[in-house]
């Protein structure tokens, strides 16, 4: 039997920067537009939430009834360490989509319904990254997706509810936090290559090889900071995304070094942690644009 904490540990806190940044930037992307709408950003923060608590839940269930999770280096796993049963954990992945798909209807009925047809697809593509016969997480598309999904999707959706529009600024920074979540599931699968080699699960680390990961690792973090130069267009107060760079040099420091296994666990919490501090920076720079 699974304890309070051990729930909150598998639904991977450490992973929330990818979604609450996201939210942060488009509605600061909004903002610069003097069109923000503070009730349709608080909702595209708990669509974006659920639906990373949601797909974390959805992969501990999935990689668990295949046991990819049974010999793992990382963060505990709900299914894979038997603490709580699959079923459990899949009836809480699909309360969090559920959760995700109310909040999403609510934004589609008071903006644009076909909305409804992305968030159909949003959740769709967090239950097949790791579930169904042919996971595409396991074929290497997994850092495509989440820079389409967490990057992409999440600030231009962010943007376009409550401004009714995108724009070239909401556009840089959707590329910048695509990049940081990317980077994120780069570092953790840098790690994982030894067991997901093992169990068959081709993820793009495995298909770069180590050396090669961590070199994408390093372009993935230098992106957002050329959004930085870039959104400078729009506002001197752009600038102030260089705050993160020292958090993205710390993040990558476990990979210049050579880390493998746990001790590649803070490069995963320091790229987060830069994606959070840019994400802040940049929406108050927009804003006050």
Known sequence: MATAAQWIEGARPRTLPNA????????????????????KALLALIVSLALIVGVNFANDYSDGIRGTDDDRVGPLRLVG????????????????FTVAAVAGFVLAATTAWWLVAVGVFCIIGAWFYTGGKKPYGYSGFGEIAVFIFFGLIAVLGTQFVQAERVDLAGLAGAIAIGSFSSAVLVANNLRDIPTDTESGKITLAVRL??????????ILLAVPFVATLLLILRTP??????LALPLAIRANAPLRSGGQGMALIPALRDTGLAMLVWGAATAVALSLA
């Not at 090889?209 to 690792?217: E, W």
């Open 237 to 242: 107060w752009a600038l102030l995304g260089l």
């Open 20 to 39: 609450i940044a996201p939210v942060l930037v488009g509605t600061g992307a909004a903002a610069s537009l003097d069109l923000a709408v503070w009730w």
């Open 81 to 96: 360490s038997k603490l709580v049963s699959p079923g459990a954990v899949k009836a809480a992945a699909i309360s969090c």
């Open 209 to 218: 090889g180590d050396a090669k990961t961590r070199t994408l690792h390093v």
